[in-house]
Structures are given as C-alpha cells and as structure tokens.
C-alpha cells in the first residue's frame, strides 16, 4: 500500500467512528474529479469576500430572475449568476423544449439505455437554454403511499430501481455539463401537511428504502441535493444535522451541496450549523422573510455560524461548478431556446416502451378493423389548447403528466385521437368518437364498432394546486371522471373493449375488470407529448409491449397498508411497502410490481451463479468514496439466465432478480429487487440476462454496527417475469 493510500484508509477509518459533526469535512476519499473541482474551488474561495460568499449561498429572492432560482454573479472570480429551474421532465417554463416523459414512465420502461438517454437529453436541453442546475432527478417521494400526489415525477417504488435511474440520469444529465440536483432529500411522501408534517423513519428503514437511491445518486457523482419541505424525525430536513452531515455529507461523501427545496428553510443558524449550504429562493414568496445574505452575515460576524462553515459552503458550490467544467463556454441563460432536436424520439420510445399490457384476451394486437370506436374525453387534446393550465393543474383533455413544478410546456401534444385518425385513414378504418366522460349517446358510436377503445384517466400533483378536490394527492384510487361507470357503458354495448388507462399510479381496477366485454387493458401511464403515437404503436403491434408496473395494483386501496398521514407519519411499515408488504402479510395483488404482458412468449432456463473472492459475510469497510464505503460498490457475484422468445413476434422481456436474506439476518421482505435485465429477442431468439450483484445488494442495515452488513448463509435467488412470476430459483452461499 502506497503511503498516501494508507493515509487515506486511516482517515476512512477515523471519520467512520466518529459520531456525526457540525461542520463536515470534505469524504476521505473521493472521485479524482472531485479532489480537482475542490482545490480549484478553495482557490476560488481565497479570493472571495465574505460578502461574494454570502451572495453566493443566497438566492436573490423569488421572482427576481430569469430562472426559478438565481443567485448573484460573482465579478471577482469570474463566476455567473447562477440559474437553477426546474425539473425533472424537462425545462420549465421553455417554449422551445422537449416535455420528457415522467420519470414514472422511464422507470416502467426498464430499459437502461433509454432512462440513459433521457438524462442526456435533460441535460443537453439545460445546457442549450444556459439552466446551470437542473432540478431533478427525483427519489423522494418514492411512493410509499399510492395516492402520494408527486410520486410520478419519480422512478417507482422500489429503491433498487429507483437509484438505477437515479444514477443513470445523473450521469445523463451531468454528461452534458449539467449540474443535476437529487431531491427532495429526504422521506417526502405526501403533499397534505408537506411542510409542517415530521417523517419519522427508523434508522433501517432510513438506510435501506429511502436513503438508497440518494446513494446512488451520490455514487454517480451528483453535484447537488435539495432538502425537502418536511421535518425528520422533528428537525426540518434542511436543518437536519442527522441527515444532511451525517448520512449524506460523511456517511455517503457527498462532496457537493445542498440546496433548499423554495422555502423550506426555517432558521438562520440551524440551516447553516446543520449542513445546508445554499438558500432558495432567497426569499419568501412574498419576497420577505430573508433567512442568509445579511442575516447569514451577521451571524457569521457574531461568530453563530463559522467562517470555516461559510467558506464549506461556498467551497461545495463551486467545486460542482468546476465539475462540471461550467467554468468556461457556458452558455447564457435562455430558457425560451428551441432546442428540442431529435429529442421527440426518445419520448416516443420511453411513453411506448413504458407501457405495460395488463389484460389482453387475444383481441390486441389490433388488425385494420373494418371500425373502430374511441371514448373519453383523454382522447382529445384539452379544447382549451394543451398548455392551457398553468403548470398542468387541470386533468381536462388527453394527460401526459401530472401537475405542478415537475410539469413543463408541451411543445406540441399528439392526443390517441389524432394518432388513430392517422392510422385509420391509411388501414381505410372508420373511427367514431365519443369525446366526453358522459354514458349518454356513447353506446351509438360503440354500438357496431368491431372495437372499442375507452380511455380513462387518474391525475395527481404538488399540493399548491387543487385539482377536482385533490389537493395534490389524490382522494381515492379511483379512476377519474367517473371511468368505472364510462367503461360499462361502453362494454355494454360493445362486447369488445380495450381499456386504455393514462395515470400517475395505481387505481383500482376491480370494476373494470369485472365488466363483460373488457377484453383488453393497457397500462399507458404518463406519455407525455407523445401520448398518442405511443399508444397506437403498442395497439397496433408496431412493437410488443414491453413494459412492467414499478407499483403494484391492488385489489382495494386498503391493501397497500399505508395512507395519507394526516398529523406526523410515523412510517410504522418500515421496510414493509408495496410488494413488500403484499408478499410479507400474504395478500394478493390485482397486479404485482414488476408485471406487464407481451404479444409473445418467453422462457427462462440455465440459471447460474458465480461468485467472487470478495463475497464475505461481514461489514463493508472499504474507505468512503461517494455513495459510501468502496466495496459496497464492488460486484461480489454474477447470475445469468437464459431468456428465448418462444412465441411468433420479435418482443423485449424485463427479466427480474429478486433475493431472499438467509435466516441470520433480521426479519426482511421475502424478496427484493436487486437486478434486472430488458432483452430485445426476435422470435426463436435466446439471450442471456446478466445480473450483476454488489456488496450493497446482499447487504442489509446493521442498526447496531452502522454498518452495511452481508449476513452468512444462504441467500435464495429468485429469477422471473415479476416479483410473484418466480421462473427460476436458485441459491447463493456466503
Ligand atoms: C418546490 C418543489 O417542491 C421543488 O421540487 C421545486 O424544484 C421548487 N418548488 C422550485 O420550483
């Protein structure tokens, strides 16, 4: 071992058993990058005034700038003013940019290449329009609670998913130069109380469900978090030393900065003593109430808040500046840029790919029928025009995203109705429409149709808007605009009806699926711009459906064993959501996370297991790097299977690995995602899924240790279609 290897293993070590302090210190270790981007920031620093890095912490206050958040330019060392916007989908506000798919909809893709794109296409996107930070992706919510009104800006429920697209559009984003921003950090479940409600996560729980996507995010070098609205555990996320020094500063080795979600700071000192590290906007709402710039300056002249703390800040915002190499040929902000490119394909392929068939008797794919109905008014564009809501709080006319600051423009909007006009003209089809959610006069248009496609909706967003009596989550899982009732109608008097259902998450399907007639169920999500291509390229069999539920569907809303807190939540289900908890209290779901059908068949067979010298049971203990001690990271075994398209058409199959801990470790769910694989065959075709499985997915919190342990034993290996469609079992001794 080097000198200068050992020095930083022995610091590794130190920083671990120290308990967690006010003032972090840069991570032991880090990417080579980021040791750059930080001496060239303390250069900086050296050459600021106190008040440069004042200004550089704080926000100039709402409304004051081009972008949702803004800081001063800095003349001194040549710094920008600063542009922070939103979000997660796309450019807010833009008038020439892309509306990406939700990252809801890149999840139920399960396709890496494609969440991978979209990032750099985010970025590519921010950068043209001079965005220096992007805000997004987002891991929290992650949607512990189905009617959580923003979970469908995320990646599903399942962290393991949830931080494979967290770290690949992290990547995506920051590729382009980009900083991107994970947030909302941390446990940030639910709209009603958002900002005076305490989340109240155990310590296990913290670290294995909610924490873990950050992690990966970290690992992907992210530049920056935004602390949530909430309170953890009784402190303010952003004045939360537990969360913001403790788990993301030194126990990850985030070495860049935390930002404020718009307001969600409460005290001068706390904020800045706990380990946030810029303010937005700087302001309230009401452009009152500043919490840094003169008061951060007082504070720190009367020795409340450290220089060495200031200068932290300051330090953190400039090295994920020089990350990114935003220090030379960026370009100037101008978020009414057209620069949508090609972009429209990747929203093409991710609203199609995310699709997932739930019910199809044979009636899809559809083969130019003689007549065609379609019913609902998703099938049109809103009359009003399709930007006509601000920050798309209506659910008027075709959905494509829910509302709120995760919503951009639509630069153009192709409804189901115009995509089947297009492709019933070329077939000779005559289509009827029925363009309200009203049963009266809908069964003279279905009546004699050789089909009948009804498509329905159900929409959520930020609670700042109230839409249809949600305010921001939803009341019920019920369809919207009473679906139920507009689906019997029309399977009444049509005995061949195609369900198409645009959501933001799950609904309850039981209704529906006890009508005679419905013959068909299609799972379309949130397409965004291209909700109508994408739907007939899936209808028509232009491609199989691929896609598979990052949620699960249940029988009845009850089933999910968690709701809407209306004081403190005190997440009393633990580890225990969503498939979790179905397969631990042994409750059947309608549909479970991972399902979704195709147009073919696949088989699996040959699974094998290898593994490697570094899989010992035991804590992790490598030096932190970011996303947490080195050999978390490591992959300590590979599983393969065997996929073969056994049916008549080209098809992909999202293969899925799920682990069982041995008896040795606590009380666990059954089984959890740790490894997937999405595999384009054609028929007859075979292909190999690879997992590959690290340190971190064999591991499991150690309240006791702090530490990330892998227990001994026998860890059971399932491999299939689902988390319940188990095709393969296998096993794995550590
Ligand atoms: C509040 C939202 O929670 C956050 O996601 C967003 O980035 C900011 N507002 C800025 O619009």
């Avoid at 009732?485 to 009806?497: D, E, G, H, I, S």
């Avoid at 150690?702 to 026998?714: A, E, K, L």
Wanted: with cysteine.
């Amino acid at each position: 071992m080097t000198l200068a290897a050992f020095a930083l293993l022995t610091a590794a070590v130190l920083a671990w058993a120290e308990p967690a302090c006010k003032v972090p210190r840069a991570a032991p270790t880090g990417t080579a990058a980021w040791t750059a981007a930080h001496s060239s920031a303390a250069a900086a620093v050296a050459r600021m005034s106190q008040q440069d890095k004042i200004n550089m912490v704080t926000g100039i206050g709402w409304d004051k700038g081009p972008c949702v958040g803004n800081t001063a330019a800095i003349s001194s060392i040549n710094y920008p003013q600063l542009c922070l916007q939103d979000g997660p989908l796309g450019i807010r506000f833009g008038t020439g940019t892309t509306a990406f798919t939700p990252g809801i909809q890149a999840a139920s893709t399960w396709d890496v290449e494609l969440i991978r794109q979209r990032g750099e296409y985010l970025g590519a996107e921010a950068r043209g329009c001079g965005v220096h930070v992007l805000l997004g992706p987002v891991a929290g919510a992650l949607g512990k609670i189905p009617h959580g009104g923003r979970n469908w800006e995320g990646f599903g429920v399942d962290p393991y998913l949830a931080g494979i697209a967290m770290a690949e559009t992290t990547e995506g984003i920051q590729s382009a130069g980009v900083q991107a921003c994970a947030k909302h950090y941390i446990a940030n479940e639910q709209e009603l109380n958002r900002e005076t409600m305490s989340s109240n996560v155990d310590d296990r729980t913290m670290h294995e469900l909610y924490l873990w996507p950050f992690a990966d995010a970290v690992h992907s070098n992210v530049a920056s978090v935004m602390c949530s609205y909430n309170k953890l555990n009784g402190s303010w996320a952003c004045e939360s030393d537990k969360a913001q020094n403790g788990l993301l500063k030194k126990e990850l080795g985030f070495q860049g900065y935390i930002v404020s979600d718009w307001n969600a700071q409460h005290t001068t000192n706390g904020a800045a003593n706990n380990g946030m590290d810029m303010t937005m906007p700087g302001s309230d709402f009401n452009g009152r109430n500043v919490l840094w710039g003169p008061q951060l300056n007082t504070a720190v002249n009367n020795n409340q808040v450290s220089r060495a703390r200031l200068d932290d800040m300051a330090k953190r915002i400039l090295a994920a500046w020089y990350l990114l190499g935003q220090n030379s040929g960026y370009p100037s902000i101008n978020i009414r840029a057209n620069v949508q490119g090609n972009h429209k394909e990747n929203v093409r392929a991710v609203a199609r790919d995310g699709i997932v068939l739930l019910k199809n008797d044979g009636i899809l794919p559809l083969k130019k029928p003689a007549k065609l109905a379609l019913v609902g008014s998703a099938a049109v564009v809103n009359p009003q025009g399709m930007n006509a809501c601000a920050d798309k709080g209506c659910n008027t006319g075709a959905l494509g995203m829910g509302w709120g600051s995760g919503s951009v423009n639509y630069p153009y909007f192709v409804a189901p109705y115009d995509a089947l006009r297009v492709r019933a003209q070329s077939d000779g089809t005559t289509l009827g429409l029925h363009n309200s959610d009203s049963t009266s006069g809908v069964a003279n248009v279905v009546s004699g149709a050789d089909a009948a496609i009804v498509v329905i909706t159900a929409d959520s967003g930020e609670g700042y808007i109230t839409v249809e009596g949600n305010v921001g989550d939803r009341q019920n899982l019920e369809p919207w605009h009473n679906g139920n009732q507009l689906v019997q109608a029309v399977a009444a008097a049509n005995k061949n009806t195609i369900v198409v259902v645009h959501s933001v998450g799950p609904i309850i399907l039981e209704t529906i699926l006890a009508t005679p007639g419905v013959r068909a169920v299609v799972w379309a999500g949130l397409p965004s711009q291209e909700n109508g291509n994408a739907l007939v390229d899936v209808l028509y069999g232009l491609v199989s459906p691929s896609g598979k539920l990052v949620y699960t569907i249940a029988k009845k809303a009850e089933d999910y064993g968690t709701a809407v807190a209306r004081g403190d939540d005190n997440f009393r289900e633990g580890l225990y959501v969503d498939y979790r908890h179905f397969d631990n209290a042994k409750i059947e779901p309608r549909f479970e996370f991972g399902f979704g059908l195709s147009y073919t068949n696949f088989t699996y067979s040959a699974l094998q297991t290898t593994t490697t010298a570094t899989i010992t049971p035991g804590p992790a203990g490598g030096p932190t790097i970011p996303g947490g001690p080195s050999d978390l990271w490591d992959t300590v075994a590979t599983v393969t299977a065997t996929i073969t398209n056994t049916g008549a058409v080209a098809g992909a199959e999202v293969a899925q690995l799920y682990l069982s801990l041995p008896p040795s470790a606590p009380p666990s769910p059954p089984r959890q995602l740790r490894g997937f694989a999405k595999l384009k065959l054609e028929p007859g075709a075979s292909g190999t899924a690879t997992f590959k499985l690290r340190r971190r997915d064999l591991s499991y919190w150690d309240t006791g240790r702090q530490q990330w342990v892998v227990p001994s034993g026998v860890f059971g290996v399932s491999v299939g279609a689902s988390s319940r469609d188990v095709r393969l079992e296998g096993s794995l001794q550590v």
